[in-house]
C-alpha cells in the first residue's frame, strides 16, 4: 500500500493519527504542509481544502482523524 | 505574545462568539503553541492545522480565528483545529 499523510507539527488530530499508524505497524510517507509549499499545494488541489490531517491511501482521501474509515482502508 | 496571553484572547473573542475553547487541555495547548510557532516563524497567526501555500492573500483566511471556524463549529461542533467548540 502507499500511504502519504500531509499533516502539521501542532496538529493534535495528526499526532493521533500517527499513533495510531503507529500502533498498527503501518509504514508512510508524512509530509508537513506547513513547511514543504510543493507538499501543500498539492494536498489543496487532491481536497479542496486546506484542512489536516489527510491520508492518502493507495489514491483514496481521508480527510480528518476517522478511525473506522482507517480501518476499513487499511483492512485491520 | 506569550501563550497565557494568546490563550486568553482566544478564551475572550470565543465567549463573545456564543463558543468556548475545547476541554480537551491537550488539545488548546497544541493549537495556542503553534499559532505562537506560526507567528515566529511566518509572521501571522495562521491555524495550526491547515496548510499555508505562501501566497500571503489566499493565507488570509487561515489565520486564526479562520474563514470556516463558525460554519464548523456550527456543523461538527467544533473548528477544524479543535480550539474552539460549541458550548
Known sequence: M????????????CKLLKEFL??????????????????ALEMIEKTGQTGVPV??????????????KLKEALNL | ????????????YAESQGFKLNPDEK???SIIKGMIDNEENHGF??????????????DRKIICPC????????DTGRC????FVSK
Open chain 1, 2 to 13: 502507499k500511504i502519504r499523510v500531509y499533516y502539521t507539527p501542532f496538529c493534535f488530530y
Open chain 1, 22 to 39: 503507529k500502533e498498527n505497524n503501518v509504514e508512510y510517507e508524512d509530509l508537513n504542509v506547513q513547511e514543504n509549499r510543493e507538499a
Open chain 1, 55 to 68: 491520508i492518502e491511501i493507495d489514491g483514496k482521501i481521508i480527510i480528518g482523524f476517522d478511525k473506522e
Open chain 2, 1 to 12: 505574545m506569550n501563550e497565557e496571553q494568546l490563550r486568553k484572547i482566544s478564551e475572550r
Open chain 2, 45 to 58: 497567526r495562521y491555524c495550526p492545522c491547515r496548510a499555508i501555500t505562501g501566497d500571503k492573500e489566499k
Open chain 2, 27 to 29: 488539545v488548546v495547548e
Open chain 2, 80 to 83: 477544524l483545529c479543535g480550539l
Open chain 2, 67 to 74: 474563514f470556516w471556524h463558525k460554519d464548523e463549529i456550527k
